[in-house]
């Protein structure tokens, strides 16, 4: 039997057994055919529910999250302090894949979710999907499918178990179970009506289309180790063939799996993020919505006086097939789309991703690993930025033929109103200097992934890019 790592390695570069890409893009727009769907904003001080007693809005049993106001001060950029809404869900939930083997290939259960911001209504998300106010069923609701796969009620091997930070600048140090459990392949697993098997291959090119692989399956893909091989080690390997070459130095597969032609080492990758963690500073203060400077509650919604950043709004939704069909609840509106990428550059022969460390109000230990750029709040477009962004114009001015990978992707739908962000990799060359600015960092992808394995260490915009990676070009 292969070990774990080379099972997932041969499932992120085959193209299923059971169901083809294009018949699973068929299937999910069936689906959105046959759904019952129906969104309407609502003023936040109607929420059902829903209360904005004690200056916050909350659920009116407590749990769920909360909307509150939160005063920021830092040393980390150019804005020493700001105030801000942010969502306060303090609840770990469930983010979890069941994979089975099917004719010696790992394939995932992906379920057909529909959320209430997403951009093309279904999407196709984790088998398990869960906050823990959901799977212990507050709303009353049924108990959400194949739960019983990752509470330890059934036999299952667990293959990836992490917690994972969400967007940090928008939810208040919140955490999810990233989790992948293996039922064993003679095991009849049923199959429910929204489900679908497909290889990690098969969902890695979903991700070149927008808007149908959701955040929360990108952040549990993006946790897997494919292995840590030296060069002598690839060449072996490639007598597999698995399609293609290992060794072939111009894939990202390379950067994947080498453990040799580092930039820096991980020792000194450490050294810089400590020292970035010690130098950097960062208060956050609980306060009241009606406290907030630059925002205005009334009743209505919450937005900046200048109606930028984004706002917090009100819906009343009904969904047909979810574990609870109708309810009202806030949502986070982005003001406008944002744009998040790496930059990528061959140093020792082999491919190394330019890093940043970003400081976010939300983050659980001041700074973690975002990509090159990350502009998710503020208007990154030439003219109409409020600061300069390092790196931007070889994002805006990248050649054709330097860009890697672009689309548009969007974020959560249970949190945020129909919000996508252009996701997009770009390759420099010689004239790009190897020397960078303090908080950024050359890293390959097998020391991303080293890192990912660990908790708070790579934000969500880099996992979710890191998703996304083809292994060859």
């Given at each position: 039997?292969?070990?774990?790592?080379?099972?997932?390695?041969?499932?992120?570069?085959?193209?299923?057994?059971?169901?083809?890409?294009?018949?699973?893009?068929?299937?999910?727009?069936?689906?959105?055919?046959?759904?019952?769907?129906?969104?309407?904003?609502?003023?936040?001080?109607?929420?059902?529910?829903?209360?904005?007693?004690?200056?916050?809005?909350?659920?009116?049993t407590g749990k769920f999250f909360s909307i509150q106001?939160?005063?920021?001060?830092?040393?980390?950029?150019?804005?020493?302090?700001?105030?801000?809404?942010?969502?306060?869900?303090?609840?770990?939930?469930?983010?979890?894949?069941?994979?089975?083997?099917?004719?010696?290939?790992?394939?995932?259960?992906?379920?057909?979710?529909?959320?209430?911001?997403?951009?093309?209504?279904?999407?196709?998300?984790?088998?398990?999907?869960?906050?823990?106010?959901?799977?212990?069923?507050?709303?009353?609701?049924?108990?959400?499918?194949?739960?019983?796969?990752?509470?330890?009620?059934?036999?299952?091997?667990?293959?990836?178990?992490?917690?994972?930070?969400?967007?940090?600048?928008?939810?208040?140090?919140?955490?999810?179970?990233?989790?992948?459990?293996?039922?064993?392949?003679?095991?009849?697993?049923?199959?429910?009506?929204?489900?679908v098997w497909a290889s990690l291959g098969q969902i890695?090119?979903?991700?070149?289309?927008?808007?149908?692989?959701?955040?929360?399956?990108?952040?549990?893909?993006?946790?897997?180790?494919?292995?840590?091989?030296?060069?002598?080690?690839?060449?072996?390997?490639?007598?597999?063939?698995?399609?293609?070459?290992?060794?072939?130095?111009?894939?990202?597969?390379?950067?994947?799996?080498?453990?040799?032609?580092?930039?820096?080492?991980?020792?000194?990758?450490?050294?810089?993020?400590?020292?970035?963690?010690?130098?950097?500073?960062?208060?956050?203060?609980?306060?009241?919505?009606?406290?907030?400077?630059?925002?205005?509650?009334?009743?209505?919604?919450?937005?900046?006086?200048?109606?930028?950043?984004?706002?917090?709004?009100?819906?009343?939704?009904?969904?047909?097939?979810?574990?609870?069909?109708?309810?009202?609840?806030?949502?986070?509106?982005?003001?406008?789309?944002?744009?998040?990428?790496?930059?990528?550059?061959?140093?020792?022969?082999?491919?190394?991703?330019?890093?940043?460390?970003?400081?976010?109000?939300?983050?659980?230990?001041?700074?973690?690993?975002?990509?090159?750029?990350?502009?998710?709040?503020?208007?990154?477009?030439?003219?109409?930025?409020?600061?300069?962004?390092?790196?931007?114009?070889?994002?805006?001015?990248?050649?054709?033929?330097?860009?890697?990978?672009?689309?548009?992707?969007?974020?959560?739908?249970?949190?945020?109103?129909?919000?996508?962000?252009?996701?997009?990799?770009?390759?420099?060359?010689?004239?790009?200097?190897?020397?960078?600015?303090?908080?950024?960092?050359?890293?390959?992808?097998?020391?991303?992934?080293?890192?990912?394995?660990?908790?708070?260490?790579?934000?969500?915009?880099?996992?979710?890019?890191?998703?996304?990676?083809?292994?060859?070009?």
């Amino acid at each position: 039997m292969l070990n774990p790592q080379l099972n997932f390695l041969i499932s992120a570069i085959h193209r299923g057994c059971c169901m083809s890409t294009k018949d699973i893009l068929l299937w999910m727009k069936r689906k959105n055919d046959e759904i019952c769907y129906h969104l309407q904003q609502i003023p936040l001080q109607n929420l059902k529910d829903w209360t904005d007693k004690n200056d916050k809005i909350s659920h009116s049993t407590g749990k769920f999250f909360s909307i509150q106001g939160i005063r920021v001060s830092t040393n980390y950029g150019l804005v020493p302090q700001w105030d801000q809404p942010i969502i306060n869900q303090p609840e770990i939930g469930f983010l979890g894949f069941i994979v089975q083997r099917k004719q010696n290939v790992l394939h995932f259960l992906l379920q057909a979710k529909i959320e209430p911001g997403n951009l093309n209504v279904i999407q196709l998300s984790p088998t398990l999907q869960a906050t823990r106010s959901n799977y212990t069923r507050v709303h009353k609701g049924r108990s959400p499918l194949y739960l019983e796969y990752f509470t330890g009620e059934k036999k299952v091997e667990i293959l990836v178990d992490q917690l994972q930070s969400e967007q940090g600048a928008r939810f208040y140090q919140k955490r999810n179970r990233n989790i992948i459990v293996e039922v064993d392949e003679n095991e009849e697993l049923p199959v429910y009506e929204n489900f679908v098997w497909a290889s990690l291959g098969q969902i890695k090119e979903l991700l070149t289309y927008p808007n149908v692989i959701n955040m929360d399956t990108r952040t549990v893909i993006s946790c897997i180790q494919y292995g840590n091989y030296s060069e002598k080690d690839l060449q072996l390997l490639s007598v597999f063939r698995l399609d293609t070459n290992l060794g072939h130095s111009d894939s990202f597969l390379y950067s994947v799996l080498s453990s040799d032609n580092h930039y820096n080492t991980m020792n000194s990758i450490i050294r810089w993020l400590t020292s970035l963690k010690f130098k950097y500073e960062l208060n956050v203060d609980k306060i009241g919505l009606s406290e907030m400077n630059n925002w205005i509650y009334d009743g209505n919604v919450i937005e900046h006086k200048d109606k930028k950043y984004f706002s917090v709004i009100g819906v009343d939704v009904s969904i047909g097939n979810r574990e609870v069909t109708h309810w009202d609840q806030p949502m986070v509106k982005a003001a406008q789309e944002g744009i998040m990428g790496f930059l990528v550059k061959k140093i020792n022969g082999i491919y190394h991703f330019l890093v940043q460390a970003k400081l976010e109000c939300g983050n659980f230990d001041i700074v973690e690993l975002a990509p090159t750029v990350q502009c998710l709040t503020g208007n990154y477009r030439n003219g109409q930025n409020e600061y300069s962004i390092p790196y931007i114009d070889n994002f805006l001015n990248a050649d054709i033929k330097d860009i890697w990978y672009q689309t548009y992707q969007s974020e959560e739908g249970g949190r945020f109103f129909k919000e996508q962000n252009l996701n997009i990799i770009v390759e420099v060359h010689d004239d790009f200097s190897v020397e960078v600015e303090e908080n950024y960092c050359w890293m390959t992808l097998n020391q991303m992934l080293r890192l990912v394995n660990y908790n708070n260490f790579l934000n969500i915009a880099a996992r979710s890019l890191l998703s996304a990676v083809q292994f060859y070009k």
